[in-house]
Nanobody, 121 residues
Framework: QVQLVESGGGLVQPGGSLRLSCAAS????????MAWYRQAPGKQREWVAT???????NYADSVKGRFTISRDNGKNTVSLQMNSLKPEDTAVYYC???????????????WGQGTHVTVSS
């Protein structure tokens, strides 16, 4: 079984920065892709960024130029560097992954528990 754990959330002022991390653990053969999503109060969960095992990245228009997703395959982690934060970035941020495991022919897909980010003065 694979588990995902997010960390790094907190309270920051507008214009500030935060770095989120997501650590995957379990019977991992390869992390095919990892992504960040976020959900603000009263809103639908939305996609933020994706990175593949070979380093290809994609970003939502709302965060393009401000956020950077990166990976460390040796440590089975993915990070989200968030700069120039705005109040509308306030949300619970979730890690999502597609992972090939040693004991299953079907890839694992799942979510972490989320980490809270609040942008306020």
């Amino acid at each position: 079984q694979v588990q995902l754990v997010e960390s790094g959330g907190g309270l920051v002022q507008p214009g500030g920065s935060l770095r989120l991390s997501c650590a995957a653990s379990g019977s991992i053969f390869e992390i095919n892709a990892m992504a960040w999503y976020r959900q603000a109060p009263g809103k639908q969960r939305e996609w933020v960024a994706t990175i593949t095992s070979v380093g290809s990245t994609n970003y939502a228009d709302s965060v393009k130029g401000r956020f950077t997703i990166s990976r460390d395959n040796g440590k089975n982690t993915v990070s989200l560097q968030m700069n120039s934060l705005k109040p509308e970035d306030t949300a619970v941020y979730y890690c999502n992954a597609i992972i090939t495991t040693y004991n299953s022919r079907s890839p694992f897909t799942g979510w972490g528990q989320g980490t809270h980010v609040t942008v306020s003065s």
